[in-house]
Protein backbone atom coordinates (compact mmCIF):
# COMPACT_ATOMS: atom_id res chain seq x y z
CA UNK A 1 0.00 0.00 0.00
CA UNK A 2 3.10 2.27 1.08
CA UNK A 3 4.73 1.48 -2.02
CA UNK A 4 2.04 2.16 -4.18
CA UNK A 5 1.11 5.72 -3.07
CA UNK A 6 5.01 6.58 -2.84
CA UNK A 7 4.57 5.07 -6.86
CA UNK A 8 1.73 7.48 -7.39
CA UNK A 9 3.67 10.48 -5.98
CA UNK A 10 6.67 10.04 -8.36
CA UNK A 11 4.47 9.99 -11.53
CA UNK A 12 1.94 12.85 -10.08
CA UNK A 13 5.22 15.13 -9.77
CA UNK A 14 6.42 13.53 -12.91
CA UNK A 15 3.60 14.79 -15.03
CA UNK A 16 3.33 18.27 -13.53
CA UNK A 17 7.11 18.54 -14.31
CA UNK A 18 6.43 17.51 -17.38
CA UNK A 19 3.37 20.27 -17.59
CA UNK A 20 5.67 23.12 -16.28
CA UNK A 21 7.70 22.61 -19.14
CA UNK A 22 5.28 22.69 -21.42
CA UNK A 23 3.92 25.72 -19.75
CA UNK A 24 7.45 27.90 -19.91
CA UNK A 25 9.28 26.64 -22.60
CA UNK A 26 7.44 28.95 -25.38
CA UNK A 27 7.77 31.74 -22.82
CA UNK A 28 11.43 30.99 -21.96
CA UNK A 29 11.80 31.06 -26.05
CA UNK A 30 10.13 34.56 -26.11
CA UNK A 31 12.33 35.97 -23.58
CA UNK A 32 15.56 34.65 -25.44
CA UNK A 33 14.44 36.47 -28.50
CA UNK A 34 14.16 39.68 -26.83
CA UNK A 35 17.61 39.69 -25.94
CA UNK A 36 19.29 38.70 -29.63
CA UNK A 37 20.33 40.48 -32.24
CA UNK A 38 18.91 39.21 -35.37
CA UNK A 39 22.13 37.70 -36.60
CA UNK A 40 21.84 35.39 -33.54
CA UNK A 41 18.49 34.29 -34.42
CA UNK A 42 19.98 33.43 -37.60
CA UNK A 43 19.93 29.54 -38.23
CA UNK A 44 19.44 26.86 -36.17
CA UNK A 45 18.02 27.73 -32.71
CA UNK A 46 20.29 27.90 -29.48
CA UNK A 47 18.43 27.11 -26.57
CA UNK A 48 21.00 27.84 -23.92
CA UNK A 49 20.24 30.88 -21.60
CA UNK A 50 23.02 33.25 -23.28
CA UNK A 51 20.64 36.29 -21.71
CA UNK A 52 22.99 35.72 -18.43
CA UNK A 53 26.35 36.77 -20.55
CA UNK A 54 24.41 39.34 -23.22
CA UNK A 55 21.48 41.05 -23.50
CA UNK A 56 20.77 43.30 -26.65
CA UNK A 57 19.22 45.88 -25.24
CA UNK A 58 18.34 47.69 -28.44
CA UNK A 59 15.43 45.66 -28.74
CA UNK A 60 13.82 47.00 -26.06
CA UNK A 61 15.79 50.79 -26.47
CA UNK A 62 14.57 51.44 -29.90
CA UNK A 63 10.84 50.76 -29.73
CA UNK A 64 10.15 51.61 -26.44
CA UNK A 65 12.44 54.86 -26.24
CA UNK A 66 12.53 56.01 -29.99
CA UNK A 67 9.91 54.34 -31.38
CA UNK A 68 5.94 55.05 -31.23
CA UNK A 69 5.72 51.96 -28.46
CA UNK A 70 5.95 54.53 -25.84
CA UNK A 71 3.28 56.00 -26.72
CA UNK A 72 1.25 53.03 -27.28
CA UNK A 73 2.49 51.81 -23.77
CA UNK A 74 1.52 55.15 -22.24
CA UNK A 75 -2.37 54.94 -24.05
CA UNK A 76 -2.55 51.76 -22.47
CA UNK A 77 -1.61 52.17 -18.77
CA UNK A 78 -4.29 55.63 -19.48
CA UNK A 79 -7.24 53.37 -21.14
CA UNK A 80 -6.61 50.72 -18.44
CA UNK A 81 -6.49 52.41 -15.63
CA UNK A 82 -9.36 54.99 -15.81
CA UNK A 83 -11.47 51.71 -17.08
CA UNK A 84 -11.03 49.84 -13.87
CA UNK A 85 -11.78 53.36 -11.59
CA UNK A 86 -14.57 53.98 -13.83
CA UNK A 87 -15.26 50.45 -13.60
CA UNK A 88 -15.20 49.96 -10.30
CA UNK A 89 -17.14 53.16 -9.31
CA UNK A 90 -19.99 52.33 -11.47
CA UNK A 91 -20.57 48.74 -10.55
CA UNK A 92 -20.53 49.46 -6.78
CA UNK A 93 -23.01 51.94 -7.31
CA UNK A 94 -25.22 48.92 -9.25
CA UNK A 95 -24.79 46.27 -7.21
CA UNK A 96 -25.70 48.35 -4.02
CA UNK A 97 -28.91 49.62 -6.13
CA UNK A 98 -29.69 45.55 -6.84
CA UNK A 99 -28.52 44.47 -4.20
CA UNK A 100 -30.45 46.71 -1.78
CA UNK A 101 -33.24 48.34 -3.31
CA UNK A 102 -36.51 46.31 -4.46
CA UNK A 103 -36.76 47.51 -7.84
CA UNK A 104 -38.95 46.30 -10.16
CA UNK A 105 -37.09 44.37 -13.01
CA UNK A 106 -33.69 44.02 -11.17
CA UNK A 107 -33.31 40.42 -12.26
CA UNK A 108 -34.09 40.91 -15.76
CA UNK A 109 -31.60 44.19 -15.74
CA UNK A 110 -29.11 41.90 -13.91
CA UNK A 111 -29.61 39.32 -16.77
CA UNK A 112 -29.18 42.02 -19.54
CA UNK A 113 -25.88 42.93 -18.24
CA UNK A 114 -24.72 39.65 -18.54
CA UNK A 115 -26.25 39.37 -21.52
CA UNK A 116 -23.30 42.12 -23.03
CA UNK A 117 -20.19 40.16 -21.73
CA UNK A 118 -21.05 36.90 -23.75
CA UNK A 119 -21.77 38.33 -27.12
CA UNK A 120 -19.21 38.08 -29.82
CA UNK A 121 -17.07 41.12 -29.63
CA UNK A 122 -16.51 40.57 -33.76
CA UNK A 123 -20.34 41.15 -34.16
CA UNK A 124 -20.37 44.60 -32.90
CA UNK A 125 -17.31 46.00 -34.86
CA UNK A 126 -18.83 47.42 -37.27
CA UNK A 127 -21.75 48.69 -36.17
CA UNK A 128 -19.47 50.30 -32.89
CA UNK A 129 -17.22 51.44 -35.83
CA UNK A 130 -19.72 53.40 -37.38
CA UNK A 131 -21.20 54.67 -34.22
CA UNK A 132 -17.71 56.12 -33.38
CA UNK A 133 -16.40 57.31 -36.29
CA UNK A 134 -20.22 59.12 -38.18
CA UNK A 135 -22.53 58.97 -35.42
CA UNK A 136 -21.33 59.98 -32.29
CA UNK A 137 -20.08 63.25 -33.68
CA UNK A 138 -20.17 66.47 -31.61
CA UNK A 139 -19.07 69.39 -34.13
CA UNK A 140 -15.23 68.08 -35.52
CA UNK A 141 -15.11 65.86 -32.40
CA UNK A 142 -15.50 61.80 -33.12
CA UNK A 143 -15.17 59.15 -30.26
CA UNK A 144 -13.11 57.44 -32.90
CA UNK A 145 -9.68 57.08 -32.58
CA UNK A 146 -9.78 58.75 -28.80
CA UNK A 147 -8.81 57.24 -25.50
CA UNK A 148 -12.24 58.52 -23.40
CA UNK A 149 -14.11 55.86 -26.54
CA UNK A 150 -12.13 53.07 -25.45
CA UNK A 151 -12.36 53.85 -21.81
CA UNK A 152 -16.05 53.91 -21.98
CA UNK A 153 -16.50 50.73 -24.68
CA UNK A 154 -14.64 48.40 -22.42
CA UNK A 155 -17.29 49.33 -19.85
CA UNK A 156 -19.59 46.95 -21.38
CA UNK A 157 -17.70 43.50 -20.95
CA UNK A 158 -15.88 44.90 -17.71
CA UNK A 159 -18.90 46.53 -15.67
CA UNK A 160 -20.91 43.19 -16.02
CA UNK A 161 -18.05 40.70 -14.72
CA UNK A 162 -17.30 43.45 -11.90
CA UNK A 163 -21.23 43.65 -11.02
CA UNK A 164 -21.29 39.73 -11.15
CA UNK A 165 -18.13 39.63 -8.82
CA UNK A 166 -19.48 42.31 -6.33
CA UNK A 167 -22.90 41.26 -5.75
CA UNK A 168 -21.86 38.26 -4.02
CA UNK A 169 -19.83 40.31 -1.51
CA UNK A 170 -22.12 43.32 -1.16
CA UNK A 171 -25.12 40.72 -1.01
CA UNK A 172 -22.97 39.53 2.30
CA UNK A 173 -22.69 42.39 4.52
CA UNK A 174 -26.05 42.34 6.64
CA UNK A 175 -28.81 44.81 5.06
CA UNK A 176 -29.41 45.66 9.64
CA UNK A 177 -26.01 47.67 9.09
CA UNK A 178 -27.16 50.11 6.75
CA UNK A 179 -30.72 50.48 8.34
CA UNK A 180 -29.41 51.22 11.70
CA UNK A 181 -26.88 54.00 10.04
CA UNK A 182 -29.76 55.38 8.37
CA UNK A 183 -31.79 55.39 11.36
CA UNK A 184 -28.89 57.52 12.65
CA UNK A 185 -28.83 59.80 9.83
CA UNK A 186 -26.35 58.69 7.70
CA UNK A 187 -27.07 59.50 4.06
CA UNK A 188 -26.16 57.19 1.20
CA UNK A 189 -22.53 58.69 0.65
CA UNK A 190 -21.76 58.16 4.35
CA UNK A 191 -23.21 54.36 3.85
CA UNK A 192 -20.92 53.83 1.26
CA UNK A 193 -17.53 55.76 2.92
CA UNK A 194 -17.87 53.94 6.37
CA UNK A 195 -19.94 50.31 5.44
CA UNK A 196 -19.86 49.23 2.22
CA UNK A 197 -16.26 50.20 0.97
CA UNK A 198 -14.21 49.56 3.81
CA UNK A 199 -16.13 45.74 4.44
CA UNK A 200 -15.61 44.70 0.67
CA UNK A 201 -12.40 46.17 -0.04
CA UNK A 202 -10.69 42.92 -1.14
CA UNK A 203 -13.39 42.08 -3.28
CA UNK A 204 -13.33 45.80 -4.72
CA UNK A 205 -9.42 45.62 -5.04
CA UNK A 206 -9.53 42.16 -6.84
CA UNK A 207 -12.06 43.60 -9.52
CA UNK A 208 -10.57 46.41 -10.13
CA UNK A 209 -7.27 44.46 -10.78
CA UNK A 210 -8.78 42.08 -12.91
CA UNK A 211 -10.80 44.87 -14.79
CA UNK A 212 -7.28 46.71 -14.89
CA UNK A 213 -5.91 43.41 -16.53
CA UNK A 214 -9.05 42.72 -18.95
CA UNK A 215 -8.53 46.88 -20.94
CA UNK A 216 -5.05 45.87 -20.88
CA UNK A 217 -5.05 42.80 -22.43
CA UNK A 218 -7.88 43.66 -25.02
CA UNK A 219 -6.81 44.16 -28.60
CA UNK A 220 -9.69 43.48 -31.19
CA UNK A 221 -11.78 46.65 -30.44
CA UNK A 222 -8.72 48.86 -29.57
CA UNK A 223 -7.12 47.56 -33.21
CA UNK A 224 -10.76 48.35 -35.23
CA UNK A 225 -11.40 51.60 -33.54
CA UNK A 226 -8.38 53.44 -33.05
CA UNK A 227 -5.66 54.56 -36.04
CA UNK A 228 -3.24 56.73 -34.82
CA UNK A 229 -3.72 58.42 -31.61
CA UNK A 230 -5.61 55.98 -29.11
CA UNK A 231 -3.47 52.88 -30.60
CA UNK A 232 -2.45 50.60 -26.93
CA UNK A 233 -0.24 48.08 -26.94
CA UNK A 234 -1.81 44.96 -27.91
CA UNK A 235 -2.43 46.53 -31.16
CA UNK A 236 1.23 47.81 -32.09
CA UNK A 237 2.00 44.00 -30.89
CA UNK A 238 -0.30 43.33 -33.78
CA UNK A 239 1.28 45.74 -36.64
CA UNK A 240 4.06 43.04 -36.40
CA UNK A 241 2.76 40.53 -38.46
CA UNK A 242 2.03 42.67 -41.32
CA UNK A 243 5.25 44.34 -42.00
CA UNK A 244 7.27 42.54 -44.00
CA UNK A 245 11.22 41.01 -43.07
CA UNK A 246 9.69 40.47 -39.04
CA UNK A 247 12.07 41.69 -36.13
CA UNK A 248 11.53 39.03 -34.20
CA UNK A 249 14.03 40.44 -31.14
CA UNK A 250 11.83 43.43 -30.95
CA UNK A 251 8.07 41.69 -31.41
CA UNK A 252 9.19 39.33 -28.36
CA UNK A 253 10.24 42.67 -26.38
CA UNK A 254 7.15 44.31 -26.95
CA UNK A 255 5.28 40.87 -26.24
CA UNK A 256 7.30 41.03 -23.18
CA UNK A 257 6.90 44.23 -21.76
CA UNK A 258 2.75 43.46 -22.14
CA UNK A 259 3.41 40.73 -20.43
CA UNK A 260 4.10 42.23 -17.64
CA UNK A 261 1.44 43.64 -15.71
CA UNK A 262 -0.26 39.88 -15.89
CA UNK A 263 2.84 38.78 -13.69
CA UNK A 264 2.29 41.13 -11.48
CA UNK A 265 -1.19 40.52 -10.49
CA UNK A 266 -0.46 36.98 -10.83
CA UNK A 267 1.80 37.31 -8.14
CA UNK A 268 -0.65 39.85 -6.33
CA UNK A 269 -3.88 37.98 -6.66
CA UNK A 270 -3.24 34.26 -7.74
CA UNK A 271 -6.00 32.91 -5.21
CA UNK A 272 -8.53 35.56 -6.90
CA UNK A 273 -8.09 35.05 -10.24
CA UNK A 274 -9.41 32.00 -10.54
CA UNK A 275 -12.65 33.07 -8.79
CA UNK A 276 -12.98 36.08 -10.58
CA UNK A 277 -12.51 34.62 -13.81
CA UNK A 278 -15.09 31.87 -13.31
CA UNK A 279 -17.49 34.84 -12.71
CA UNK A 280 -18.26 33.36 -9.09
CA UNK A 281 -20.12 30.62 -10.97
CA UNK A 282 -18.91 28.21 -9.01
CA UNK A 283 -20.35 29.05 -5.69
CA UNK A 284 -24.33 29.16 -7.30
CA UNK B 1 -34.99 63.83 -0.23
CA UNK B 2 -35.29 61.61 -2.72
CA UNK B 3 -37.87 58.04 -2.44
CA UNK B 4 -36.27 54.96 -1.92
CA UNK B 5 -36.43 53.42 -5.73
CA UNK B 6 -36.00 56.70 -6.88
CA UNK B 7 -32.11 56.60 -5.63
CA UNK B 8 -31.72 52.90 -6.32
CA UNK B 9 -32.33 53.86 -10.21
CA UNK B 10 -30.03 57.06 -9.96
CA UNK B 11 -27.16 54.56 -9.08
CA UNK B 12 -27.75 52.43 -12.03
CA UNK B 13 -28.37 54.89 -14.47
CA UNK B 14 -24.85 55.26 -15.54
CA UNK B 15 -24.59 51.59 -15.94
CA UNK B 16 -27.96 51.62 -17.97
CA UNK B 17 -26.92 54.28 -19.84
CA UNK B 18 -23.56 53.12 -21.05
CA UNK B 19 -24.71 49.86 -21.70
CA UNK B 20 -27.13 50.89 -23.78
CA UNK B 21 -25.36 53.31 -25.82
CA UNK B 22 -22.39 50.53 -25.86
CA UNK B 23 -24.05 47.22 -26.34
CA UNK B 24 -28.11 47.62 -27.03
CA UNK B 25 -27.72 50.39 -29.63
CA UNK B 26 -24.87 48.96 -31.81
CA UNK B 27 -26.68 45.54 -32.00
CA UNK B 28 -30.21 47.87 -33.06
CA UNK B 29 -27.94 50.07 -35.94
CA UNK B 30 -26.64 46.60 -37.10
CA UNK B 31 -29.88 44.98 -36.99
CA UNK B 32 -31.10 47.76 -39.63
CA UNK B 33 -27.63 48.20 -41.86
CA UNK B 34 -28.17 44.63 -42.07
CA UNK B 35 -31.24 45.41 -44.29
CA UNK B 36 -29.29 47.28 -46.69
CA UNK B 37 -26.44 46.90 -49.32
CA UNK B 38 -23.51 49.28 -48.17
CA UNK B 39 -20.14 49.78 -49.51
CA UNK B 40 -18.45 53.19 -48.70
CA UNK B 41 -16.06 52.45 -51.66
CA UNK B 42 -18.71 52.25 -54.04
CA UNK B 43 -19.89 54.14 -56.76
CA UNK B 44 -23.25 55.32 -55.10
CA UNK B 45 -21.28 55.15 -50.75
CA UNK B 46 -24.91 55.28 -49.87
CA UNK B 47 -27.11 52.42 -48.41
CA UNK B 48 -29.29 50.68 -50.99
CA UNK B 49 -32.47 48.50 -50.40
CA UNK B 50 -32.59 45.32 -52.65
CA UNK B 51 -35.42 44.13 -51.34
CA UNK B 52 -35.93 42.58 -48.15
CA UNK B 53 -33.21 40.44 -46.34
CA UNK B 54 -31.40 40.24 -49.16
CA UNK B 55 -28.22 39.54 -47.35
CA UNK B 56 -29.57 36.64 -45.58
CA UNK B 57 -30.36 35.17 -48.76
CA UNK B 58 -27.24 35.51 -49.84
CA UNK B 59 -25.32 34.29 -46.29
CA UNK B 60 -27.44 31.40 -46.49
CA UNK B 61 -26.04 30.46 -49.69
CA UNK B 62 -22.71 31.77 -48.86
CA UNK B 63 -20.07 28.80 -48.41
CA UNK B 64 -16.95 30.49 -46.82
CA UNK B 65 -19.63 31.66 -44.39
CA UNK B 66 -21.53 28.43 -43.25
CA UNK B 67 -18.13 26.55 -43.65
CA UNK B 68 -16.46 29.40 -40.60
CA UNK B 69 -19.17 29.09 -38.48
CA UNK B 70 -18.87 25.23 -39.13
CA UNK B 71 -15.15 25.76 -38.57
CA UNK B 72 -15.41 27.45 -35.22
CA UNK B 73 -18.19 25.05 -33.77
CA UNK B 74 -15.82 21.88 -34.88
CA UNK B 75 -13.22 24.37 -33.39
CA UNK B 76 -14.86 24.88 -29.97
CA UNK B 77 -15.92 20.88 -29.49
CA UNK B 78 -12.20 20.00 -30.26
CA UNK B 79 -10.58 22.26 -27.30
CA UNK B 80 -13.58 21.59 -24.67
CA UNK B 81 -13.41 17.94 -25.41
CA UNK B 82 -9.65 18.11 -25.06
CA UNK B 83 -9.69 20.95 -22.03
CA UNK B 84 -11.84 19.43 -20.14
CA UNK B 85 -10.66 15.87 -20.17
CA UNK B 86 -7.07 17.05 -19.08
CA UNK B 87 -8.28 19.55 -16.65
CA UNK B 88 -10.58 16.72 -14.74
CA UNK B 89 -7.17 15.13 -14.77
CA UNK B 90 -5.06 17.91 -13.13
CA UNK B 91 -7.55 18.91 -10.75
CA UNK B 92 -7.82 15.42 -9.57
CA UNK B 93 -4.36 15.12 -9.32
CA UNK B 94 -4.13 18.27 -7.10
CA UNK B 95 -6.22 17.14 -4.57
CA UNK B 96 -3.29 14.52 -3.46
CA UNK B 97 -0.13 16.43 -2.11
CA UNK B 98 2.93 16.03 -4.06
CA UNK B 99 6.14 17.72 -3.75
CA UNK B 100 6.22 21.42 -5.20
CA UNK B 101 2.25 21.48 -5.67
CA UNK B 102 1.79 24.71 -4.74
CA UNK B 103 4.28 25.97 -7.35
CA UNK B 104 3.24 24.05 -10.36
CA UNK B 105 0.03 24.94 -9.63
CA UNK B 106 1.05 28.64 -9.88
CA UNK B 107 3.07 27.98 -12.96
CA UNK B 108 -0.05 26.24 -14.42
CA UNK B 109 -1.78 29.74 -13.61
CA UNK B 110 0.80 31.84 -15.50
CA UNK B 111 -1.07 31.10 -18.85
CA UNK B 112 -4.52 32.06 -17.44
CA UNK B 113 -3.77 35.73 -17.38
CA UNK B 114 -1.56 36.41 -20.78
CA UNK B 115 -3.46 38.26 -23.38
CA UNK B 116 -4.57 36.32 -25.93
CA UNK B 117 -2.75 38.82 -28.78
CA UNK B 118 0.72 37.73 -26.55
CA UNK B 119 0.06 34.62 -26.46
CA UNK B 120 -0.48 34.46 -30.66
CA UNK B 121 2.59 35.85 -30.14
CA UNK B 122 4.93 33.67 -28.18
CA UNK B 123 3.00 30.59 -30.33
CA UNK B 124 4.63 32.59 -33.58
CA UNK B 125 7.98 33.13 -32.21
CA UNK B 126 8.02 29.73 -30.91
CA UNK B 127 6.70 28.06 -34.21
CA UNK B 128 7.63 30.03 -36.91
CA UNK B 129 9.79 28.55 -40.14
CA UNK B 130 12.81 29.57 -39.62
CA UNK B 131 12.92 30.41 -36.01
CA UNK B 132 10.89 28.67 -33.53
CA UNK B 133 12.57 25.65 -32.43
CA UNK B 134 9.34 23.18 -32.47
CA UNK B 135 9.66 23.18 -36.41
CA UNK B 136 13.64 22.61 -35.64
CA UNK B 137 13.22 19.71 -32.73
CA UNK B 138 10.65 17.86 -34.72
CA UNK B 139 12.09 18.04 -37.63
CA UNK B 140 15.23 16.81 -36.25
CA UNK B 141 13.78 14.03 -33.76
CA UNK B 142 10.95 13.26 -35.32
CA UNK B 143 11.32 13.99 -39.45
CA UNK B 144 8.10 15.85 -38.88
CA UNK B 145 7.86 18.84 -40.93
CA UNK B 146 5.56 21.35 -39.35
CA UNK B 147 4.98 24.49 -41.57
CA UNK B 148 1.52 25.41 -40.84
CA UNK B 149 2.10 28.14 -43.23
CA UNK B 150 1.18 26.07 -45.97
CA UNK B 151 -0.40 23.02 -44.26
CA UNK B 152 -4.27 23.55 -43.78
CA UNK B 153 -4.49 21.00 -41.26
CA UNK B 154 -1.41 21.64 -39.04
CA UNK B 155 -2.47 25.44 -38.82
CA UNK B 156 -6.31 24.27 -37.54
CA UNK B 157 -4.34 21.79 -34.86
CA UNK B 158 -1.70 24.53 -34.07
CA UNK B 159 -4.60 26.83 -32.88
CA UNK B 160 -6.11 23.91 -31.24
CA UNK B 161 -2.80 23.57 -28.95
CA UNK B 162 -1.94 26.82 -28.39
CA UNK B 163 -5.73 26.76 -27.36
CA UNK B 164 -5.16 24.46 -25.06
CA UNK B 165 -1.97 25.21 -23.36
CA UNK B 166 -3.72 28.64 -22.93
CA UNK B 167 -7.01 27.67 -21.53
CA UNK B 168 -6.45 24.10 -19.96
CA UNK B 169 -5.81 26.05 -16.14
CA UNK B 170 -8.18 27.80 -16.23
CA UNK B 171 -10.77 24.36 -16.49
CA UNK B 172 -8.37 23.06 -14.00
CA UNK B 173 -8.54 25.47 -11.54
CA UNK B 174 -12.50 26.27 -11.83
CA UNK B 175 -12.78 22.06 -11.41
CA UNK B 176 -10.40 21.88 -8.73
CA UNK B 177 -12.72 25.03 -6.77
CA UNK B 178 -15.87 23.15 -7.49
CA UNK B 179 -14.02 19.23 -6.06
CA UNK B 180 -12.23 20.85 -3.02
CA UNK B 181 -16.27 22.04 -2.25
CA UNK B 182 -17.88 18.75 -2.57
CA UNK B 183 -19.03 17.30 1.06
CA UNK B 184 -17.25 14.57 2.06
CA UNK B 185 -19.83 12.20 3.46
CA UNK B 186 -20.51 10.59 0.47
CA UNK B 187 -17.14 9.30 0.05
CA UNK B 188 -17.11 8.41 3.20
CA UNK B 189 -19.71 5.87 3.04
CA UNK B 190 -18.57 4.97 -0.37
CA UNK B 191 -15.93 3.86 1.04
CA UNK B 192 -17.60 1.40 4.10
CA UNK B 193 -19.51 0.31 1.21
CA UNK B 194 -16.28 -0.98 -0.09
CA UNK B 195 -16.18 0.56 -3.41
CA UNK B 196 -13.39 1.22 -5.68
CA UNK B 197 -11.64 4.40 -6.64
CA UNK B 198 -13.60 4.28 -10.34
CA UNK B 199 -16.66 3.59 -8.79
CA UNK B 200 -16.75 6.45 -6.17
CA UNK B 201 -15.49 8.45 -9.31
CA UNK B 202 -17.88 7.66 -11.60
CA UNK B 203 -20.69 7.29 -9.32
CA UNK B 204 -20.37 10.29 -6.84
CA UNK B 205 -17.77 12.44 -7.78
CA UNK B 206 -19.21 13.01 -11.43
CA UNK B 207 -22.77 13.53 -10.61
CA UNK B 208 -21.86 15.92 -7.76
CA UNK B 209 -19.56 18.04 -10.21
CA UNK B 210 -22.39 18.49 -13.10
CA UNK B 211 -23.87 21.74 -12.35
CA UNK B 212 -20.04 22.85 -11.94
CA UNK B 213 -19.26 21.35 -15.17
CA UNK B 214 -21.94 22.47 -16.84
CA UNK B 215 -20.85 26.17 -15.69
CA UNK B 216 -17.40 25.67 -17.28
CA UNK B 217 -18.45 24.19 -20.57
CA UNK B 218 -21.07 27.74 -20.68
CA UNK B 219 -17.92 29.64 -20.02
CA UNK B 220 -14.90 28.21 -22.46
CA UNK B 221 -17.67 27.41 -25.47
CA UNK B 222 -18.66 30.55 -25.21
CA UNK B 223 -15.11 32.05 -25.37
CA UNK B 224 -13.75 29.53 -28.11
CA UNK B 225 -16.87 30.46 -30.30
CA UNK B 226 -15.37 34.36 -30.30
CA UNK B 227 -11.72 33.56 -30.95
CA UNK B 228 -10.24 36.31 -33.00
CA UNK B 229 -7.09 37.48 -31.58
CA UNK B 230 -4.81 34.74 -30.97
CA UNK B 231 -5.61 33.25 -34.48
CA UNK B 232 -5.08 36.29 -36.16
CA UNK B 233 -1.50 36.54 -34.66
CA UNK B 234 -0.84 33.42 -35.36
CA UNK B 235 -2.33 32.46 -38.88
CA UNK B 236 -4.01 35.71 -40.13
CA UNK B 237 -6.90 32.75 -40.83
CA UNK B 238 -4.96 31.27 -43.31
CA UNK B 239 -3.41 29.50 -44.85
CA UNK B 240 -6.19 30.01 -47.92
CA UNK B 241 -9.57 29.35 -44.86
CA UNK B 242 -7.72 26.96 -43.11
CA UNK B 243 -8.31 29.02 -39.57
CA UNK B 244 -10.90 31.57 -40.92
CA UNK B 245 -13.37 31.38 -38.05
CA UNK B 246 -16.14 33.51 -38.16
CA UNK B 247 -15.06 36.36 -36.22
CA UNK B 248 -11.87 37.04 -38.55
CA UNK B 249 -14.38 36.15 -41.20
CA UNK B 250 -16.35 38.98 -40.42
CA UNK B 251 -13.65 41.18 -40.00
CA UNK B 252 -11.83 40.35 -43.20
CA UNK B 253 -15.39 40.92 -45.00
CA UNK B 254 -16.12 44.00 -43.42
CA UNK B 255 -13.02 45.91 -43.07
CA UNK B 256 -11.10 44.46 -45.97
CA UNK B 257 -13.84 44.77 -48.60
CA UNK B 258 -15.93 47.21 -47.07
CA UNK B 259 -19.06 44.88 -47.03
CA UNK B 260 -20.94 47.18 -44.21
CA UNK B 261 -24.39 45.48 -45.47
CA UNK B 262 -23.78 41.96 -45.29
CA UNK B 263 -21.11 42.29 -42.82
CA UNK B 264 -23.37 43.34 -40.85
CA UNK B 265 -25.93 40.36 -41.09
CA UNK B 266 -22.81 38.19 -40.92
CA UNK B 267 -22.36 39.58 -37.23
CA UNK B 268 -26.65 39.32 -37.08
CA UNK B 269 -26.56 35.68 -37.51
CA UNK B 270 -23.17 34.76 -35.65
CA UNK B 271 -25.25 36.42 -32.55
CA UNK B 272 -27.87 34.77 -33.34
CA UNK B 273 -26.24 31.34 -33.68
CA UNK B 274 -24.02 32.23 -30.45
CA UNK B 275 -27.45 32.66 -28.24
CA UNK B 276 -28.98 29.74 -29.71
CA UNK B 277 -26.18 27.55 -28.27
CA UNK B 278 -26.29 30.03 -24.99
CA UNK B 279 -30.17 29.53 -24.81
CA UNK B 280 -30.24 25.93 -24.89
CA UNK B 281 -27.08 25.51 -22.78
CA UNK B 282 -28.58 27.88 -20.14
CA UNK B 283 -31.91 25.43 -20.24
CA UNK B 284 -30.18 22.71 -19.59
CA UNK B 285 -28.51 24.01 -16.40
CA UNK B 286 -31.81 25.66 -15.66
CA UNK B 287 -33.67 21.84 -15.72
CA UNK B 288 -31.18 20.76 -13.97
CA UNK B 289 -31.24 22.92 -11.11
CA UNK B 290 -35.15 22.05 -10.96
CA UNK B 291 -34.33 18.72 -10.74
CA UNK B 292 -32.19 18.79 -7.92
CA UNK B 293 -34.79 21.10 -6.04
Known amino acids: ?284 | MLSKNKTGWLLLSPTILILALAGLLPFIYVLYVGFFQWNPLAVDPSLQFEGFASNYRRLIFDEVFLESIWRSIKFSVVTLTIELSLGFILALSLLSSFPLKSFFRSVHTLPLVIAPIVVGSIFKLFTVQGLGPLPHILKDYFGYTLNYGLNADQAFWMIVIMDVWHWTPFVTLTLLAGLSALPQDPYESAKIDGANNFQIFTYITIPMMVPVLIVVIFIRLMDSLKIVDEVWMLTGGGPGYATRFTGIHIWKEVFEKRYYGLGSAMSILYLYITIVICWVLYSVMVARGKNED
Open chain 1, 1 to 284: MKTKKTFSKIGTTFLWSLLTIITLFPIYWMVLVSTRTPVELFGKPDLSPTFFQKVHWKNFTKPFLDGIYADYLFNSIIVATSNAALVTILALMATYALSRFKLPGSESIFFWTMTNRMAPPAAFLLPLFLLFSTVFKFGDFTLFDTKIGLILLYCVFNLPFAIWLLKGIIDGIPKELDEAMIVDGANLFTIFRKLIIPLAAPGIAVTSLLSFLFAWNEYLLASTLTSVYARTIPTGLSEFVTTTGTNWGTMAAVALVSMLPALLFLFAVQKHIVAGLTFGAVKG
